[in-house]
């Protein structure tokens, strides 16, 4: 997004009819539309190494936000466009394509305190594989400043202006979803002497997505106060607090407890930058979180770091019994037969939506796993025309 102006997208039948004096309540569908950096263009070998090129073979459509909100955000699109000339609403629909889904869901924020859509009930894009969500997780996302000593600044002032330096780098590599480069990384990381002088680290592209590479280089020059003594100390807590999770589980959720993300990690000029991200299903309770975070926050200013929190999403669960929930699930088990009401593993929309008493469910083509936020992002082609069949149903149950 950087400093681009960006703008929610708002879609009404044009005979859509309102009482007067107050807004009608709506049946709000709701899509993002931004995707997350697409990291090397190497890996997308199935898009011939350009992730904008939406490929088609095997029955799939490859390409960054393939599965990621795009192409369900046009599925609504054609499923409305043969009701727009509809009128007397019981229900009237909006179709809302929303920015910032993974900058703290800005443009979903701006909808809510503007108050420009009136929602009933909202239909959020989420990919569920043609299942039906009604629950998912919140989220904090934390960001941690940890300075160099002014011997560090001096080393690595003398390494970029030195003719001939001498360091040891590696390099890390993970996978999507289930192996971090950045764990791999500071595993590596804890077993070396902690009073040697970083020059560079980085890894991963953003908070939320789980890191495929990274880059360590180190002089072995020994410093006291180092900053590798206070990056283990603080991959060391954020272990000891991954153990206290277990205890809190949901049964409905994968996994079942909190999960933290060290999802990015870059050297600056004065400090190093790490962001974090922890997934945190309803079991966890306003004051667990908060007893969590104030104490990470002290464990790292007792090693001279900075601590805050930048952004934090309440988890949700909606009413699985309730008309609007059911409904839903009446319509789509004629496209899955099998479908029951899930949980999701992700946080979205429905998190804002429904604290200010909004029933959301949550239904996207395309699935998640090791497929959306990766090189090999797709969505098989039969889903699209089943994804217009099951909305179009759904504005004639719940809108005419």
């Known amino acids: ?22 807004r009608m309540e709506e049946f709000l ?4 539309l931004d995707s997350l950096d697409p990291g090397p263009f190497q890996l997308w070998k199935d898009t011939f190494q350009n992730p904008f090129e939406a490929t088609i073979k095997d029955g799939k459509i490859f390409g960054l936000g393939a599965a990621d909100g795009k192409i369900d955000f046009l599925c609504k699109l054609e499923a409305l466009s043969g009701f727009m000339e509809k009128r007397n609403w019981r229900l009237p629909p909006v179709l809302v394509a929303t920015y910032g889904a993974h900058m703290g869901m800005i443009g979903a924020l701006k909808l809510i305190r503007r108050n420009t859509v009136a929602p009933q009930v909202a239909l959020i894009g989420e990919a569920t594989d043609l299942g039906l969500a009604i629950a998912g997780p919140g989220f904090a996302l934390v960001e941690i400043q940890i300075p160099f000593s002014s011997h560090e600044m001096q ?15 590696k390099i890390f590599s993970g996978t999507s979803r289930t192996e971090s480069a950045i764990r791999k ?3 590596y990381l804890v077993q070396l002497p902690e009073n040697i002088v970083l020059m ?35 991959y060391r807590f954020i272990k000891k607090l991954e153990i206290e999770f277990q205890a809190y589980q949901d049964p409905s959720f994968s996994p079942r407890y909190p999960e933290i993300n060290i999802g990015l990690i870059r050297t600056l ?4 930058q790490i962001m974090i991200s922890c997934k945190l299903p309803p079991v966890i309770t306003v004051d667990i979180y908060e007893d969590w975070i104030s104490r990470m926050k002290s464990h790292c200013e007792s090693v001279d770091s900075t601590f805050r929190v930048t952004d934090y999403k309440k988890p949700y669960r909606s009413d699985k019994d309730s008309p609007f929930a059911q409904g839903c699930l009446e319509i789509l088990k004629s496209v899955s ?14 998190s804002l939506f429904s604290r200010v008493g909004i029933n959301c469910v949550c239904f996207r083509p395309g699935r998640r796993g090791d497929n959306v936020h990766t090189p090999h992002e797709h969505l098989r082609l039969e889903d699209i025309q089943k994804s217009i069949s099951f909305y179009q149903k ?7």
């Not at 950087?2 to 007067?20: F, M, S, W, Y």
């Not at 569908?29 to 993002?32: G, I, R």
């Not at 899930?342 to 929309?349: D, F, G, H, R």
């Open 1 to 22: 997004m950087g400093d681009l102006e960006q703008q929610n997208l708002v879609i009404r039948p044009k005979n859509g009819t309102q009482p007067v004096g107050r």
């Open 29 to 32: 569908f709701q899509s993002h």
């Open 155 to 169: 080393q690595r002032h003398d390494h970029e202006n030195r003719e001939s330096t001498s360091t040891q780098s």
């Open 185 to 187: 990384m500071f595993d």
């Open 200 to 234: 560079e680290i980085d890894g991963g592209s953003n908070a939320t997505t789980v890191a495929t590479n990274a880059f360590l280089e180190l002089d072995l020059s020994t410093t006291l106060n180092s900053s590798v003594r206070r990056l283990s100390s603080i």
């Open 269 to 272: 000029e004065e400090h190093i």
């Open 337 to 350: 037969p099998q479908c029951t009401p899930a949980s999701l593993s992700a946080t979205n929309e429905a």
């Open 394 to 400: 759904v504005i004639e149950r719940f809108c005419l």
